[in-house]
């Protein structure tokens, strides 16, 4: 049966792209056929995060509008044999999603077998977002340390309770899961920061994972290739817990502990 | 693009409307004349066309006799604009209707009777005993989630218990008393229609804005540490609000 996620957050700049595109790239390398869609339409960049922007032809609202089918506006990721993307449009705006166009694309890729259908949400409360959680069997709360994003992130979870269709139709409520990036123990260590902990004393919804803060997102970025992949660094370590715990792996915490430099770090400088 | 729900020609919902209340301790029109004159300051929006229900139910004896026709041109030229009459005696009922101004039963006139009574002291916040244990409605409404940034809860006609977390940036409210046996970090406004007798108990709070009848408070400078995360209840007291420790409460 096939899952439907949406990543969200309210508040934009907080990682949903990114996140989005490291969290469908880790169900694809588990072997799981995975779709990621971008709602953000007239502002993409998750095309670019998953360095497929070149091969863009057809997008979700052509889709929508039938104007191409489902298997033109697929693309295939280049590192995943499990992975598509399908894109936003760069030149419409969020109107053009309807919530039938939606509901239909999101059918058609039921029945295309993919197992989970992940939906990046952009920012905001408006028109994008709401299509992009009404569907959704499952939500990822993309939330920052700080009071305004968990503000944000509050305020989305209660449209998420009125606003979706399984809020609506009195079924089981959507499964929401937090997932704390750009997170600093130093800074929380300091005072500067929200813990993860405090977070979650607002939000009481289940933590799935923390992200550490890091360069390697930037890079990552830039070169067009999910976080995920970088083997080896912090956040890829990160997100590949988060995959795990989502498919329903006992996973330790971890990236919540500062330690100070021990001397010999200090002098050679942290790696 | 057209939704359904653009194509319905009329929807239902329940909505509240804030409306002032004209409470008459007269009829006589001269006297309210110049009452309202000074209130005003002869500022002519003053009120801005606000809704007004006329409450009669603290009339002065001997002023039963109330020329309708000339007490609401008198509202009106102050800019208010009267709705409903509440408390309004029964012979008064059909002039009333006459004038075209509906009945505002209140249901708080029902209800608060018999209900202060039994329950005065709620000693033990943590014990819902307070709220009347009855087998019908009770007009109790009981919430188990988080109330969360952007949501707004009211319950009409009677109390509000809130079992989860009341986040910055929600609002809940009642016509009766609110208890919320987890934090209260947002807004919270009980006796929403003018029940001064009623009061907010919280396990612990720290609210953007407590209020009681309509007399408020907000906690610009924190909440007063002494009673920082405690059990805590609020009630008026004449013209503010009273915030005690509930175990201080005999």
């Known amino acids: ?271 | 693009m057209p939704k359904s729900k653009l194509q319905k020609p009329i929807e239902i919902k329940i909505s509240t409307v804030v409306a002032v209340s004209a409470i008459m301790y007269t009829s006589d029109l001269v006297a309210l004349d110049a009452a309202m004159h000074e209130m005003t300051g002869g500022v002519s929006d003053f009120f801005e066309g606000d809704l007004a229900v006329i409450d009669v139910g603290d009339l002065a004896p001997g002023c039963e006799r109330i020329d309708w026709a000339a007490t609401i041109a008198l509202l009106k030229k102050y800019r208010l604009n009267p709705v409903a009459v509440r408390n309004a005696k029964p012979d008064m009922v059909e002039e009333i209707q006459q004038h075209g101004l509906q009945l505002d039963s209140g249901k708080r006139e029902e209800a608060p009777v018999p209900a202060p009574k039994p329950a005065p002291a709620p000693a033990p916040a943590p014990a819902p005993a307070p709220t009347p244990a009855a087998p019908a409605f009770s007009g109790t409404m009981i919430i188990d989630t988080p109330v969360r940034a952007g949501q707004r809860i009211y319950a009409r006609g009677g109390d509000l218990i809130v079992m989860a977390v009341v986040n910055n940036g929600a609002e809940i409210i009642a016509d009766g008393n609110i208890h919320v046996y987890n934090t209260l970090n947002g807004r919270a406004l009980a006796g929403a229609s003018g029940d001064a007798s009623a009061r907010i108990f919280a396990m612990s709070m720290s609210p953007e804005l407590v209020s009681i009848a309509g007399v408020y408070r907000t906690f610009e400078d924190g909440f007063p540490t002494e009673n920082a995360r405690k059990p805590v209840q609020i009630r008026l007291k004449g013209e503010s609000l009273d915030i005690q420790s509930v175990n201080s409460a005999k």
Not at chain 1, 52 to 80: F, P
Not at chain 1, 214 to 243: C, M, R
């Open chain 1, 1 to 271: 049966m096939a899952r439907i996620i949406v990543v969200t957050s309210g508040k934009g700049g907080v990682g949903k792209t990114t996140s989005s595109a490291s969290f469908s790239t880790g169900l694809a390398m588990r072997g799981h056929k995975t779709v990621v869609i971008d709602f953000d339409v007239g502002l993409r960049n998750l095309d670019l995060i998953m360095g497929c922007e070149r091969r863009v032809v057809y997008d979700l609202i052509n889709v929508v509008h039938k104007e191409a089918t489902l298997n033109q506006a697929l693309i295939k990721d280049k590192h995943c044999e499990n992975l598509y993307i399908l894109p936003a449009s760069q030149t419409r705006d969020k109107d053009a999603l309807t919530e039938d166009g939606v509901e239909a694309v999101l059918a058609e890729l039921i029945k295309m077998d993919f197992e989970f259908i992940v939906c990046d949400s952009p920012a905001g409360i408006e028109h994008g977002a709401l299509m992009a959680l009404t569907f959704a069997d499952e939500a990822l709360i993309v939330t920052n340390p700080e009071v305004s994003s968990v503000r944000d992130s509050d305020r989305i979870l209660g449209i998420i309770q009125a606003k979706s269709r399984r809020a609506q139709s009195g079924g089981e409520p959507v499964k929401e899961h937090l997932l704390i990036t750009r997170y600093s123990p130093k800074r929380v260590e300091a005072g500067e920061m929200l813990s993860f902990e405090d977070v979650q004393e607002i939000l009481r919804i289940p933590l799935i994972g923390i992200i550490p803060e890091s360069e390697q997102v930037l890079h990552a970025s830039n070169q067009g290739n999910p976080a995920i992949h970088f083997t080896g660094t912090d956040v890829a370590e990160a997100y590949t817990d988060v995959v795990s715990r989502f498919l329903g792996e006992e996973v330790e915490l971890k990236f919540t502990d500062y330690e100070k430099p021990g001397f010999l770090k200090r002098i050679f400088g942290a790696k």
